[in-house]
């Protein structure tokens, strides 16, 4: 299974620049893990 952190990189990749909301949707999560996780890939 892929992690949290994979799935948000491949929905930047195949979809393009997104906001977080449209990315927490997509995912199933919420906009603050969605938040921390960008913020842990961009550190």
Avoid: N
Wanted: hydrophobic content about 45%; charged content about 20%.
């Amino acid at each position: 299974m892929h992690t949290p952190a994979d799935r948000i990189l491949f929905q930047l990749k195949t979809r393009g620049p997104s906001e977080t909301l449209a990315i927490a949707a997509a995912l199933g999560v919420s906009r603050q893990a969605t938040l921390q996780h960008l913020e842990r890939l961009v550190a």
